[in-house]
C-alpha cells in the first residue's frame, strides 16, 4: 500500500516528528509573510554573494586582460574548469539540500544535523579526488581547449595552482548548501564575501608585484587558492561550532548507509547531471575555439571568454532565486503542502526573469564600453560586440530556465534534470554550435546560437515539468 509519506517523498520518521509543525502555514525554518516576500528575503542574500563572485571573477578578467589576450584567454578556460568542479560536487550538495529541505519543512532536524555530517564526510573523498585529478589531467584539459603553445602554457599552469584549492571550496560547498537549504543564505553569504575580499587583495597584489616581483597569471590563481583555503576553514569552524541544530561532530562522520543512500540517490542522478554539462561546455568551447583559425581564433576564443565573465551578471539573479525556489520546494515538500512549493517555484522565476531583463538592457546599450574596459585588443572588441549585443536577448530565458531546473533539484527530481541537461547540452547546444559556428561559417554569433537554442529548451522543458507536477511525488 502507497503511503502518505511515499507519495510526497518524506521518510515515515520525518513525517512522524512533524506532527506539532505540520499543520502551520509555513515551516518554521522559513521567512514569515507571503511567497513574494519570502524569496525575496531568501535570494537577496545569495544575490549579494553572487555579485561578490561576479566581481572576484570581473578583477581576475581585467587583470588577465591587461596582461596578454592568451592570459585571457588562459584565466577565461580555467574559470570553466573550476565551474565543472563545481557541477562536480553537485553529486552531494543536490542530494544534501533536498534531504536537508525537506527535513526542515517535516520539523526533522536530527536527519538534517545527520546529512550534514555525512555530506561532508562524502566532500572529502570528492574534493580530495577532483583535486588530485585536475593536477593530473591539466596538459590534456590545455591541449584540448586551446590552439596555441602560449595560451597552452598558461592554462596548465594556471589549473594545477589552482586544483590546489578544490578541497576547501568542496568544504566550503557542502556546509553553506546545507545552510540555504535551511533557510540560512545570509551566513553563507558572510564567508564568501570576506572570501572574495581576500581573492581580490591577493590577486592583484601578486599580479602587480605589490608584495615582491610581479607572477602573471600564476599571481591570479594563487589569489583564488588562498581566498578558498580561507572560505573553507571559516565553514569548518562553523560547522564545528554548530548552527542551526547543525554541528559536525565525530560520531556523526562514522558512515551512516542509510543517509548516504538516500543522498546518493539525488545526488548520483545530479553528478551524472553534472558530468552532462561539463561535457557539453567543454565541446561547446572546443567549437567556440575553431570558429577560425590562428590570431582570430584566439580572438574569438578571448571574445567569448570575455562575454562569459559579463554574462556572470545574468546568473546572480539566477542562482539566487534559483536557490531560494529549491529551499522553498524542498521545505513546503517537507511540510506536505505541495501546491505551495509549486507556487513558489513560479513566483521565483517570474521574478529572476524581471531582473534578467534589466541585465539584458544594459547588455545592448553598453557592450562597446565593456569590451573596451576588459580588453585592449581590437580585434576581440571587433567580433566581442555585434555578438553581445545578441547575446542580450536571451538573458530571460536563461534565467528562468535556470530557476526552473533548480527548483525542480530542490525537489529532487534529479533524474529529470538529467534529461534536460542531456537534451539541451548533447543534443541541442554543442550540435547548434557547430553547425552555426563552423559549417555554415557564422563565428561567434553562429556558434552562440546553439548556446541561445539550448536555454530556450531548458526553459520550455522546465516549465513543462512544473505543470506536470510528477516532481511533487518524488522521495528522498
Known sequence: MTTASDRLGVAPESLSRAAGTAAASIPPALPRGPLSRQVW????????????????????TWLAGHLSKEATAAVGTAAYVGWFVGLTFMLV????????????????????????????????????????????????????????AAARDLLSIYLRIDA??????????????????SGDTRTPMAIMLLVNIVNVLVASSLVFGWLGPSLGVRGIAWGTVIARCIGGTLALVLALAGWRDLRLTLGGLRPDPGIIHRILRVGLPGGADALIMAVAQLLFIKVIAHTASGPAATANYAAHMIAVRMEAITYL???????????????????????????AAHVAAVQGAFLATGVGVAFFFLAEAIFAAFSNDPDVRAVGVPAFRLLAFAQPFLCAGIIYV???????????????????????????????GIVLGGGLIGAWCGMWADNLVRLLLGLARHLHGGWKRIRV
Open 406 to 436: 533548480g527548483a525542480l533539484r530542490g525537489a529532487g527530481d534529479t533524474r529529470f534534470t538529467l534529461l534536460v541537461s542531456t537534451i539541451g547540452g548533447l543534443l541541442v547546444r554543442v550540435p547548434g554550435a557547430y553547425l552555426g
Open 317 to 343: 539573479p539566477a542562482m539566487a532565486w534559483m536557490t531560494a525556489a529549491a529551499t522553498l520546494v524542498g521545505q513546503y515538500l517537507g511540510a506536505r503542502q505541495p501546491r505551495r512549493a509549486a507556487r
Open 164 to 181: 590546489l584549492g578544490y578541497l576547501a571550496l568542496g568544504i566550503f560547498t557542502v556546509v553553506s548548501t546545507v545552510l540555504r537549504a
Open 41 to 60: 528575503v531568501l535570494a537577496l542574500p545569495m544575490l549579494g554573494e553572487q555579485v561578490g563572485n561576479f566581481l572576484v571573477g570581473l578583477v581576475d
Open 93 to 148: 550538495s543536490t542530494g544534501a539540500a533536498a534531504l536537508v529541505s525537506r527535513s526542515f519543512g517535516a520539523g526533522d532536524r536530527w536527519t538534517a544535523g545527520r546529512t550534514l555530517n555525512q555530506a561532508f564526510l562524502l566532500m572529502l573523498v570528492l574534493g580530495t579526488g577532483t583535486g588530485l585529478l585536475a593536477v593530473l589531467l591539466a596538459p590534456f584539459f590545455a591541449a584540448f581547449l586551446t590552439q596555441t
